[in-house]
Nanobody, 126 residues
Framework: QVQLVESGGGLVQAGGSLRLACAASSPTFSTYRMAWFRQAPEKERELVAAINWNGGTTFYLDSVKGRFTISKDNAKSTVYLQMNGLKPEDTAVYYC???????????????????WGQGTQVTVSS
């Protein structure tokens, strides 16, 4: 039972930046692989970025590669998603997810996550 709480969403103009944060209260957070998903209205949820337990391996959705950066601060039990050069098509609810069982970033890419946050809205205006 892991609780994840997202923050940092909001309204931003196209080309702007936001940093999302996802805090976990688990003392074993440092062992988790973490991910950010998003779901736009009338669209299916998609994986945006993922990171392994120590931050050494990452994955990015092609459309955000070079603009978004996922990072993990184990000392703060927090994962971040720095979003630069935001586009209207980035508008979505962004969800934090954790993989706590045996697995890798590749496991997350394949859909293996164990816990979800409540989501935070990101709206990018033209």
């Amino acid at each position: 039972q892991v609780q994840l709480v997202e923050s940092g969403g909001g309204l931003v103009q196209a080309g702007g930046s936001l940093r999302l944060a996802c805090a976990a209260s688990s003392p074993t957070f440092s062992t988790y692989r973490m991910a950010w998903f998003r779901q736009a209205p009338e669209k299916e949820r998609e994986l945006v970025a993922a990171i392994n337990w120590n931050g050494g391996t990452t994955f990015y959705l092609d459309s955000v590669k070079g603009r978004f950066t996922i990072s993990k601060d184990n000392a703060k039990s927090t994962v971040y998603l720095q979003m630069n050069g935001l586009k209207p098509e980035d508008t979505a609810v962004y969800y934090c997810a954790a993989g706590t069982l045996a697995g890798t970033v590749e496991s997350v890419v394949r859909g293996r996550v164990d816990y979800w946050g409540q989501g935070t809205q990101v709206t990018v205006s033209s």
